[in-house]
């Protein structure tokens, strides 16, 4: 998996990001959107973006709907729902602005199979054996892995960018 040290995914592609340093880069509290409001928008988008000068759009609340499917069912809710809004979100701006997703317990919850680039999301209680295949689900077979977000010299990852999900 390939490292991100430039600031692209404030301003076009698709994030995931758990690290609170790089959630004020890119909004205020009170611009960030709930994923209820996320999916209304995309049926009418909204002709400014709230966050970074009208360049992004922060999502919160992935993570607490992905708790409260099963597995089997957040499996179909991601590929249908989730994909989708994102998908129309792309066009909508055709690429040029950013779609962050605010998942405060991402570091611990996304496990990357370093042999494969595979992106999983690890489930929570009662399911936590198990995980969803996050990136087969968002990205499919596209072979376009995610970047991790690196915000200093340190390497610690902070998140997760792919420019265009097809």
């Known amino acids: 998996m390939k490292q991100l040290l430039d600031s692209v995914w404030q301003r076009r592609g698709v994030s995931w990001i758990w690290d609170d340093e790089a959630l004020s880069i890119v909004a205020k509290p ?3 959107y709930s994923l209820r409001e996320l999916l209304r928008a995309a049926k009418d ?3 400014d973006l709230p966050s970074n000068g009208g360049n992004t759009l922060v999502v919160a609340g992935l ?3 992905l708790d409260l499917l099963t597995p089997v069912d957040a499996d179909g809710w991601l590929t249908n729902e989730l994909k989708s809004a994102i998908l129309s979100f792309q066009d909508e701006y055709s690429g040029e602005a950013a779609l962050v997703f605010w998942l405060p317990t991402g570091h611990r919850r996304f ?6 680039d595979a992106v999983r999301w690890r489930c929570s209680a009662p399911h936590g054996d198990q995980q969803i295949e996050f990136g087969r689900l968002l990205w499919g077979e596209a072979r376009e892995y995610p970047q991790e977000i690196i915000l200093s010299q340190d390497g610690k990852p902070v998140g997760l960018f792919h420019l265009r999900i097809t």
């Open 111 to 116: 496990h990357t199979d370093m042999a494969t």
């Open 30 to 32: 009170s611009e960030v």
């Open 63 to 65: 993570d607490a709907c």
């Open 45 to 47: 988008w909204p002709d």
